[in-house]
């Protein structure tokens, strides 16, 4: 029998590895501690409530008002963060995809974080590279939560709507699956603000509290 979903559209931070504490958060609050030195400082809280609405490039744009210039700031600085710090994978989610992919599923990633930063994770925890990556490296009119990658995953590899299943631990996710009808499971295991993880629990057609119930879905015949 065939698997309940021909593809996965996954997230990368805080879906797939546990990155936000450890990588994105502390070099934002590098950046900013630089760029707006007298700016009351962001705690990871409301960190993690920015980048899941109105997400971390509205955050940048509209919230703080970065420039072009204190964007590429940024920027510099959380590549020296992702540079030096290899991700670990929540517990059970490699044995997963692994067995997703064996049994003939496409794993796909659409993620703010760049490609070649994907590629590693997924080369030294899971030994492959995924079939498909959108990251921040693409045009931001090309970048989740507009429905390109989406759209562009069913083209490429000839699937239906209903043959691929978006898993993301935040709202730009939800949206980009919502606008391509395409089913979305929330990453529940990541979430600690109550008022996230109860919107998630409304919106989306699963949540899922740990890796170990995203496995059964996914894996089931």
């Known amino acids: 029998m065939a698997l309940k979903y021909k593809c996965l559209i996954l997230d990368h931070d805080d879906t797939a590895v546990k990155s936000t504490p450890n990588i994105h958060y502390p070099s ?13 400082p962001i705690t990871f809280e409301n960190f993690v409530r920015y980048c899941f609405n109105p997400g971390f ?40 995809i692994q067995e997703f992919k064996k049994q003939g599923g496409i794993v796909t990633v659409v993620s703010h974080s760049e490609r070649n930063r994907i590629e590693r994770d997924y080369s030294i925890h899971c030994g492959f590279v995924p079939d498909a990556i959108y990251g921040w490296e693409l045009p931001e009119e090309q970048r989740k939560p507009h429905p390109f990658p989406i759209k562009d995953i069913l083209k490429r590899f000839n699937l239906e709507e209903t043959e691929a299943l978006m898993l993301d631990d935040l709202k730009p996710g939800l949206e980009m699956a919502r606008s391509c009808n395409v089913d979305f499971a929330a990453a529940g295991w990541s979430h600690s603000i109550s008022e996230i993880k109860q919107q998630m629990k409304l919106e989306s057609k699963y949540y899922f509290e740990t890796v170990e119930e995203f496995n059964r879905l996914v894996l089931s015949k």
């Open 28 to 40: 934002f609050v590098e950046a900013l501690e630089y760029l707006r030195p007298n700016d009351k």
């Open 57 to 96: 490039s509205s955050l940048c744009k509209d919230i703080i008002k970065f420039t072009e210039e204190e964007q590429e700031h940024q920027q510099v600085v959380w590549k020296k963060y992702t540079e030096s710090t290899v991700p670990d994978f929540y517990e059970m989610f490699v044995e997963t």
